[in-house]
């Protein structure tokens, strides 16, 4: 029975799962044994079913997969016909996308022709029950997001309608473990679509190749306005690579022109989650913070003892980071 279940639109370009699927497969899992439902997931595309099938083991019951050659690079208008059409048919009571570029077209366009409410860029889901005057809901979606700058965190909920949709943001949700004995099934859809289904076409898709990794990187040594200037960066760029890791920035250091955006992290650029977060010369702003803060190990250089980042992290060095990074990259180094 697939009423009431928790759903994920499952991502893939170029046939390949977008890894905050994957990521909301497992988060879906964890509200859906708090509603004692089953987690199911949509998954759009060409030639698709093995790729669906490794996704089971994520604790999936179900997987419906709907194929044509002509749905093999996402476009709007199929897309969101088909997400509706499954939606009106099997009635889950949560829908989330990730707040990808495709989750962000895709997902208000589902809302809207089903009437529902819809938060974007969630960066925490959960159950729970919610009271207006005397009507009490019971198990609703708390659709969880920073607000007004990232100055407070906003429980957002749609009590009234269903699904209860959202996007949510990549790299928050932790990936669980695998169970490779979970039963799920993959399930074909048949889905018949009409040439006026697809009033856009790709002619051509041109994938940039992707510089910056934050999302996996182990280690992130970054930035921010206490460097002082580009030419200073290179210190960040010295002591990340002799560390192995990727280089990280503050927003403020970013718009200063210190470095390229894809390296931001906070509330507006990557959220990351690696072993070692080393943050030279950055305040420590809830925007920043919002990004970083589940790291396992956080290192802080910064020449203001009162800099609110020493709150969050775990080991904080007091100086001129012009002078303990090259003391870090020397003992490194000589370990090395
Ligand atoms: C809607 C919104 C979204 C935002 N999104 C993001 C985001 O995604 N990511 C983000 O980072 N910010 C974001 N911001 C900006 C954020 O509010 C802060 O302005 C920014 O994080 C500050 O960057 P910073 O810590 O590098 O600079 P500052 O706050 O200027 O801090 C510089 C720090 O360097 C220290 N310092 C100075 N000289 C040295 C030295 N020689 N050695 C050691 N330490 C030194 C100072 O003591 C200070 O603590 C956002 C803001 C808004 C309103």
Not at 76 to 99: M, N
Not at 149 to 160: Q, S
Not at 163 to 191: C, N, S, W, Y
Not at 210 to 219: I, N, P
Request: hydrophobic share 40%; proline share 5%; aromatic share 6%.
């Amino acid at each position: 029975m697939s009423a009431n279940n928790v759903w994920v639109f499952i991502q893939q370009d170029n046939q390949k799962i977008a890894e905050v699927s994957i990521e909301l497969l497992c988060k879906a899992k964890e509200l859906a044994d708090q509603l004692h439902v089953e987690t199911n997931g949509v998954l759009i595309g060409h030639q698709i079913q093995e790729e669906a099938k490794k996704l089971i083991p994520y604790k999936v019951s179900e997987i419906f997969c709907v194929e044509d050659p002509r749905l093999k690079h996402y476009t709007s208008v199929p897309y969101t016909k088909i997400i509706v059409e499954l939606i009106k048919k099997h009635k889950p009571q949560i829908v989330v996308f990730g707040a990808t570029t495709t989750g962000r077209d895709l997902a208000p366009r589902v809302a809207s022709h089903l009437k529902v409410g819809l938060t974007a860029d969630c960066t925490d889901l959960q159950i729970g029950d919610h009271i207006v005057g005397n009507k009490e809901y019971k198990d609703i979606l708390y659709q969880i997001r920073p607000a007004f700058g990232g100055n407070i965190i906003a429980t957002i909920v749609c009590p009234e309608t269903r699904p209860q949709m959202a996007t949510v943001r990549e790299g928050v949700m932790k990936i669980t473990p695998l169970d490779p004995h979970h039963k799920g099934k993959v399930t074909a859809v048949p889905f018949s679509l009409e040439e006026k289904d697809f009033p856009s076409k790709i002619i051509e898709k041109i994938l940039e190749e992707k510089t910056v990794d934050l999302k996996s990187a182990q280690v992130i040594v970054s930035g921010g306005m206490g460097v002082g200037s580009r030419e200073n960066f290179e210190l960040i760029r010295q002591l990340a690579h002799v560390l192995g890791g990727e280089v990280g920035a503050s927003r403020a250091a970013v718009d200063a022109g210190f470095v390229s955006k894809p390296h931001q992290v906070g509330q507006t650029g990557t959220t990351v989650r690696p072993k070692l977060y080393i943050a030279c010369g950055i305040s420590g702003s809830i925007q920043h913070r919002a990004g970083m803060d589940q790291s396992a190990r956080i290192i802080a250089v910064n020449s203001d003892p009162e800099a609110p980042i020493f709150q969050i992290a775990h080991y904080g060095i007091v100086g001129d980071l012009k002078e303990v990074i090259p003391l870090f990259i020397k003992v490194f180094k000589s370990k090395n």
